[in-house]
């Protein structure tokens, strides 16, 4: 894979005033769960509960988290395709959530999906050719020729033969299914992109070529990513900036550098404890901060700091009193009491950093 260059800090915002081209303040989604006969609402599942955070043109947002944690929820939710029960999303100052009829339909193709299933998420019963000319079908004016000599184009540029825009999906590998699915969602010409774990599915091998063909379409289009992974490692390579979710809240915000080399909060170090180190002489004497039990349930999250039923260094105020959300450090967002001790503590709890 090659090496990302760019520093966050030189990442070019879309206004002179330095206005974000994605702007997130207090947005929360609750699924309803309904119960008996008549449907009562008997609760709420918290997918997302009170997430502010700004991305930059031509940057990479990296958003990482365990399974649950409503990474995906976040995704769909700045895309509209789930409404936020409240708060703010803004696309070049455009209040999305309000945005409805033919103002959201004008906006819809800049900002496009990659999704982490390419096994379900193209229709089998419709060729390449139909699946990436479906958007430009919607969106675009172009007659029939027009279209297939886009269809065309894109399947070039994703790195496929144009002779296969006839084939169906199962004729192809997983990898080339999710070039497929990279091909549609560039078609409009997007100006963002948010990548749903593009690249979970995929064989070891193969993933690289997708991360590299990301890479390359972000430069030559000027794309804006937010990329939702697990995979700390193929995170760093890629993203400019990392946020680290847990139980639809955020734990840590910051600079692809910060969050790797100087961690605050004691989720984001877990996580880093976790990652097999190259070197089996360090991988075999390292000590591992290790997580008791599982992940709460959304529908029933812990009072306080919602990681404080699995936190080494959980006091009693972590239980009762919900952490402020920041900035300890000049770009460099934690939601912990103890943000700035967290690592001595761990150490002297875990024996672990």
């Given at each position: 894979?090659?090496a990302?260059?760019?520093?966050?800090?030189a990442?070019?915002?879309?206004?002179?005033?330095?206005?974000?081209l994605?702007s997130?303040?207090?947005?929360?989604?609750?699924?309803p769960?309904?119960f008996?006969?008549?449907?009562?609402?008997?609760?709420?599942v918290?997918a997302?509960?009170?997430?502010?955070?700004?991305?930059?043109?031509?940057?990479?947002?990296?958003?990482?988290?365990?399974?649950g944690?409503?990474k995906?929820?976040?995704?769909?939710?700045?895309?509209?395709?789930?409404r936020?029960?409240?708060g703010?999303?803004?696309?070049?100052?455009?209040?999305?959530?309000e945005?409805?009829?033919?103002v959201?339909?004008k906006?819809?193709?800049r900002?496009?999906?990659?999704?982490?299933d390419?096994?379900?998420?193209?229709?089998p019963?419709?060729t390449?050719a139909?699946?990436?000319?479906?958007p430009?079908?919607?969106?675009?004016?172009g007659?029939?020729?027009?279209?297939?000599?886009?269809?065309?184009?894109?399947?070039t540029?994703?790195?496929l033969?144009?002779?296969?825009?006839n084939?169906?999906?199962?004729?192809?590998?997983?990898?080339?299914?999710?070039?497929?699915?990279?091909?549609?969602?560039?078609?409009?010409?997007?100006?963002?992109?948010?990548?749903?774990?593009?690249?979970?599915?995929?064989?070891?091998s193969?993933?690289?070529q997708?991360?590299?063909?990301?890479?390359?379409l972000?430069?030559?289009?000027?794309?804006?990513y937010?990329?939702?992974?697990?995979?700390?490692?193929?995170?760093?390579?890629?993203a400019?900036?990392?946020?680290v979710?847990?139980?639809g809240?955020?734990?840590?915000?910051?600079d692809?550098?910060?969050?790797?080399?100087?961690?605050?909060?004691?989720?984001t170090?877990?996580?880093?404890?976790?990652?097999?180190?190259?070197?089996?002489?360090?991988?075999?004497?390292r000590?591992?901060?290790?997580?008791?039990?599982?992940?709460?349930?959304?529908?029933?999250?812990?009072?306080?700091?919602?990681?404080h039923?699995?936190?080494?260094?959980?006091?009693?105020?972590?239980?009762?009193?919900?952490?402020?959300?920041?900035?300890?450090?000049?770009?460099?967002?934690?939601?912990?009491?103890?943000a700035?001790e967290?690592?001595?503590?761990?150490?002297?709890?875990?024996?672990a950093?």
């Open positions: 894979m090659t990302k260059h760019e520093d966050a800090t990442v070019k915002p879309y206004g002179s005033d330095g206005t974000p994605v997130v303040t207090d947005v929360t989604k609750y699924f769960i309904k008996g006969v008549f449907r009562r609402h008997v609760g709420d918290k997302v509960d009170g997430v502010s955070f700004d991305i930059l043109r031509g940057e990479t947002l990296g958003l990482v988290g365990e399974s944690s409503g995906s929820t976040i995704g769909r939710v700045v895309l509209q395709l789930h936020a029960t409240e703010s999303v803004l696309f070049e100052g455009v209040e999305l959530t945005a409805k009829g033919e959201l339909r906006i819809r193709p900002m496009q999906m990659v999704f982490q390419p096994h379900t998420s193209l229709n019963r419709m390449v139909a699946i990436i000319g479906e430009l079908r919607e969106h675009s004016n007659n029939a020729a027009d279209r297939h000599n886009r269809v065309e184009e894109l399947l540029i994703v790195g033969d144009p002779k296969h825009a084939r169906y999906p199962h004729e192809f590998s997983g990898g080339q299914r999710q070039r497929i699915g990279v091909a549609r969602a560039i078609a409009l010409n997007p100006d963002f992109i948010v990548c749903d774990e593009p690249i979970a599915a995929l064989d070891v193969i993933q690289a997708v991360i590299n063909l990301l890479e390359k972000q430069k030559e289009m000027d794309l804006t937010l990329f939702i992974s697990h995979d700390l490692a193929m995170v760093r390579h890629i400019d900036r990392v946020a979710m847990y139980l809240r955020f734990m840590e915000l910051a692809v550098d910060t969050v790797y080399e100087r961690p605050m909060h004691p989720y170090l877990a996580l880093h404890s976790a990652v097999p180190v190259p070197d089996p002489v360090v991988e075999a004497t000590k591992r901060i290790i997580l008791e039990g599982d992940i709460p349930s959304p529908s029933n999250p812990p009072s306080g700091c919602t990681f039923t699995r936190c080494p260094i959980a006091q009693e105020r972590c239980a009762v009193e919900i952490p402020e959300w920041r900035e300890v450090e000049n770009g460099h967002w934690v939601s912990c009491h103890f700035e967290s690592v001595k503590m761990l150490e002297a709890v875990t024996g950093v």
